[in-house]
């Protein structure tokens, strides 16, 4: 299994590639491939880091 956000740590701003209505998104935590967003627009979510790439947000 390959964690496709290890990279990622709490505090970076992140958006998900297939929900882009879900807005830019917070980290709250990155354990054992699964990666906690708050979404503006959709809330707290969970993603499996094994599945989903999210893309970082930058400036």
């Known amino acids: 299994?390959?964690?496709l956000n290890a990279m990622l740590e709490p505090g970076q701003i992140v958006r998900h590639p297939e929900r882009p209505d879900w807005g830019?998104?917070?980290v709250q935590?990155?354990?054992n491939g699964k990666l906690t967003v708050m979404f503006e627009e959709e809330g707290?979510?969970?993603i499996d880091s094994s599945r989903?790439?999210?893309l970082p947000?930058?400036?």
């Open 52 to 54: 989903v790439m999210v």
């Open 57 to 59: 947000v930058f400036g």
């Open 29 to 31: 935590s990155n354990i």
């Open 44 to 46: 707290k979510v969970v």
């Open 1 to 3: 299994m390959e964690d």
């Open 24 to 26: 830019i998104g917070q």
